[in-house]
């Protein structure tokens, strides 16, 4: 007998307060509304715990066997990756930076929901995991999202990964397939994602955005078998990307801190940057036709120094590192909005 990793999913909801589990499942099975949690389709990933065999140091008098371990405190944490798609995206950035509104935009159906960080505690997450078909279910209350990568290449769907930290795990019974509300909107590829640098759009082949809120995953105190408190620290949002440069603009950016400098100068040099995913397909119901969208501006990021390597009769290219900053406490250090079906961020 086997269990095949694929019945396995995974459903995440935003709970109301600190300690109380709410059910991702459709209230009405069959039937989404605004009230319901998000399920996700991932490609490989786990919550599930990490716990250390703690074994005792030698002691004068012993004999040279270990003769004893115990279990140590266990801490839920892991991650999951999955294919980016439009009606979780939302739910995933507002618990990995903390702040959603949605608007209606005129037309039918489609919405608008515009996420941006907070400076204050993220939203604590229930979240329902089933591991393959038969083995096990697990229900976690008080969860955040520590990280959150997306990343796409010129020849290949958008994709992503978020990794998340748990206070509490329970085993479970698997919400039932008609009361899971997956998110099946299209894959978005590729072609049709753009990254633009000071409002142009960099020649870039892949592309990459890191999110990570710096939760620590051993917050251990004494009395207690599981973590104390999910704090976040100082946020880091980075960025990559593989370019094949048209000119040396870029690098007199990063190197001497101006596209227009004949010298290095000491200040770095800073511009907008935007990122832009949109479908091909339309979002159903529209009249006009809307596509799924998600636009990221970030209004002052900074290029990192980096090299220029030659390599044989190789195209140059350049992988370059963009960090975005926030100088005025009153500005966001960045901007999502998401174009979709759903009138609520779950």
């Known amino acids: 007998m086997g269990f095949l990793s694929q019945a396995g999913h995974l459903g995440i909801k935003t709970q109301a307060s600190k300690g109380t589990y709410v059910d991702p499942a459709q209230g009405t099975p069959g039937t989404p509304n605004a009230i319901d949690g998000i399920f996700l389709y991932t490609k490989s990933g786990s919550l599930g715990g990490n716990r250390e065999l703690?074994?005792?140091?030698?002691?004068?008098?012993g004999n040279r066997d270990i003769p004893d371990a115990q279990l140590g405190p266990i801490a839920y944490s892991g991650e999951f990756e999955f294919y980016a798609r439009m009606d979780a995206l939302p739910t995933l950035l507002k618990a990995a930076l903390g702040s959603a509104a949605s608007a209606g935009n005129g037309t039918s159906t489609p919405f608008t929901h515009t996420v941006t960080p907070t400076d204050t505690s993220l939203p604590w997450l229930s979240v329902e995991e089933r591991v393959a078909d038969g083995y096990m279910v697990f229900k976690y209350t008080d969860c955040k999202i520590n990280t959150l990568h997306l990343e796409a290449d010129a020849n290949g769907y958008l994709s992503g990964t978020i990794g998340l930290i748990g206070l509490t795990q329970a085993t479970t019974t698997a919400t039932a397939l008609n009361a899971r509300d997956y998110d099946t909107t299209p894959m978005i590829v590729?072609?049709?994602?753009?990254?633009?640098w000071g409002g142009a759009d960099l020649p870039a082949k892949s592309f990459s955005i890191d999110i990570n809120n710096n939760i620590e995953d051993d917050d251990f105190r004494l009395c207690s078998m599981t973590l104390g408190d999910l704090v976040e620290k100082r946020r880091e949002i980075t960025m990559s990307a593989t370019i094949r440069p048209q000119d040396s603009t870029l690098w007199k950016t990063?190197?001497?801190?101006?596209?227009s400098a004949t010298s290095p100068l000491g200040q770095s040099y800073k511009d907008d940057v935007e990122i832009e995913f949109e479908s091909y397909e339309d979002i159903p119901g529209t009249s006009p036709a809307v596509k799924y969208n998600?636009?990221?501006?970030?209004?002052?990021a900074i290029i990192a120094p980096f090299n220029v390597?030659?390599?044989?009769?190789?195209?140059?290219?350049?992988?370059?590192e963009i960090r975005p900053v926030r100088p005025?406490?009153?500005?966001?250090?960045?901007t999502t909005v998401v174009k979709n079906g759903l009138s609520t961020v779950r």
């Open 294 to 300: 998600a636009l990221t501006v970030i209004p002052q």
């Open 190 to 196: 590729g072609s049709n994602v753009c990254v633009r």
């Open 254 to 259: 990063a190197m001497w801190g101006s596209p």
């Open 309 to 320: 390597e030659p390599s044989g009769d190789d195209v140059i290219e350049h992988d370059i």
């Open 54 to 61: 703690l074994i005792p140091d030698p002691e004068i008098g």
């Open 328 to 334: 005025a406490a009153a500005t966001p250090i960045l």
